[in-house]
């Protein structure tokens, strides 16, 4: 690697640790000749191919930015933004292509966004879907009630006594505090978002 302050063509590695949980190497460098030490960071490509034919790198920050934008009002944290952006970056190296067309990122999008906030998941999935009228929500709200009639008995079994919690932490208690753990949340709240 060239020096960046005298342009020699060679430098030494004097330390090299992994960050991102192993997704990427970082090395201090020094220059035998100026003696000025450097870092870089190293990792794998992975390119994101837009619509327009145009490559960019992939960018966990602009995952990061289309969910908070979905997730506005929604008790939903930095945090989880950050580790659903990993999820997704995960979901698509363990695809093993080094080119993604644009559109497989907004599909790796949506599942951990479901499991995350489901008024978030229709917010991104009505853009990313291009849903055209109320049927197209009344369908996905459809598939989130019949994805949640189908989850663990677990979760029923907390029924009886507290609300039933939904996956995730500490949502803030609902007005209604109705017992029905599947009722008309979702429809409830896009209604007052529309
Ligand atoms: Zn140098």
Redesign the pocket.
């Known amino acids: 690697m060239r ?6 063509p060679d ?1 030494r590695v004097v330390d090299s640790r992994e960050i991102d949980d192993g997704a990427s190497t970082r090395r201090r460098r020094s ?6 030490r450097f870092t870089t960071v190293e990792e794998a490509v992975l390119a994101v191919v837009k619509r327009s034919g145009v490559t960019e790198p992939f960018n966990r920050s602009k995952v990061v930015a289309g969910v908070r934008r979905a997730c506005q009002g929604r008790p939903v944290d930095e945090d989880q933004l950050a580790k659903l952006a990993a999820t997704v970056e995960d979901a698509i190296r363990a695809t093993g292509s080094a080119e993604v067309p644009a559109n497989e990122v907004g599909l790796a999008i949506l599942g951990p966004l479901r499991e995350l906030d489901e008024v978030a998941y229709l917010r991104f999935a009505s853009v990313y879907r291009s849903f055209s009228s109320v049927a197209d929500f009344e369908r996905e709200i459809a598939e989130l009630r019949a994805g949640r009639s189908r989850a663990p008995v677990a979760h029923v079994a907390a029924q009886d006594g507290a609300p039933a919690a939904a996956p995730g932490p500490e949502h803030p208690p609902s007005h209604h505090d109705t017992s029905t753990p599947t009722g008309s949340a979702a429809g409830r709240t896009v209604g007052t978002t529309g």
């Open positions: 020096c960046p302050f005298c342009h020699n430098s220059c035998p000749s100026c003696g000025r």
